[in-house]
């Protein structure tokens, strides 16, 4: 039995190490766009205008017509029909262009094909997005830096679209074993790969040199309490948000849901029970906030 236990051991650390190496080696990993990083600088700039966001965003054509649908959008509350770029990002907001630029842009940057149901998988990550400004909104204690949480949300869950794109046979006897015996999903990946989708997507948004609370959140969303000091709070409200969209039915392309969600998380937030029925009315406005993003 030792014998079986340590060659099981091995095999596992093999197929991690032949994973990071696959990831560390791979030519089209993909990267972040320049005109998302030009425009998130441009915001963090505080001096940028509509104008100088929507010249950086001219020169994507593709995202700019999304951009235009979205500002047109009847579901982010607009009526009265634009055409001009720079009204669009007006009429959005400028850090609401840098997420939504970010969003579109993650999402072409990966093929819909493989184990996972895409527009789903997408549709939790942007609601998880969403809803954890609206988290941040309730709390009693919310996050030193709110304007990350958006950006969190829609990556939080990147490292599963790494494992179906570049380990996808390995990936679906994950996805096997754990559709036959209803483990946690993290759980059933250490055991077979030696490493979960959490730990995986932190080492690409490390790549991509994100800020550190985005990677802390993608790696401990499942596990707020082992974030640092500095970014626990962060993590406990993408991880609640997290939950909450999967408790409404809106899984990450999988089919698997968390079983339960850290009890400490939601009283250090200090979120109330009564603004619950307040927070899923938010929650259901924000999904389908998603579903027009989808669209467009």
Not at 84 to 97: E, T, Y
Not at 110 to 121: A, C, E, I, K, T
Request: aromatic share 8%.
């Amino acid at each position: 039995d030792c014998c079986l236990a340590i060659e099981a051991a091995w095999q596992t650390m093999s197929i991690r190490t032949q994973i990071l190496e696959r990831i560390e080696r791979a030519n089209d990993l993909p990267t972040l766009p320049s005109v998302a990083i030009k425009i998130s600088d441009l915001v963090n700039r505080h001096d940028s205008s509509a104008a100088d966001i929507a010249c950086v965003m001219e020169h994507d054509p593709v995202l700019t017509a999304r951009i235009l649908k979205v500002a047109n959008s009847a579901a982010f509350g607009f009526s009265s029909p634009i055409t001009s770029v720079q009204n669009a990002v007006a009429r959005l907001g400028i850090k609401n262009v840098r997420d939504l630029t970010l969003s579109l842009s993650v999402i072409r940057l990966f093929s819909n094909d493989g184990l996972l149901d895409y527009p789903r998988f997408w549709k939790h990550s942007l609601s998880v997005g969403f809803t954890s400004r609206v988290f941040n909104r309730f709390a009693e204690t919310g996050v030193a830096q709110p304007d990350a949480l958006f950006a969190a949300g829609i990556l939080h869950d990147i490292g599963v679209l790494l494992l179906d794109q570049y380990a996808r046979t390995a990936y679906r006897r994950v996805v096997q074993r754990r559709q036959d015996d209803y483990r946690e999903l993290q759980a059933v990946e250490l055991e077979c790969l030696g490493i979960d989708h959490a730990e995986l997507g932190s080492k690409l948004l490390e790549r991509w040199n994100l800020p550190d609370l985005i990677v802390q959140a993608a790696r401990c969303h499942h596990c707020p309490g082992e974030a640092t000091p500095d970014a626990l709070r962060f993590c406990q409200v993408v991880h609640l948000a997290n939950f909450a969209c999967n408790n409404q039915g809106v899984d990450n392309g999988l089919g698997t849901f968390p079983s339960g969600f850290s009890e400490s998380a939601w009283y250090d937030v200090r979120l109330a029970l009564e603004d619950v029925p307040d927070i899923i009315t938010h929650l259901n406005r924000e999904m389908s906030k998603s579903e027009s993003l989808l669209a467009v």
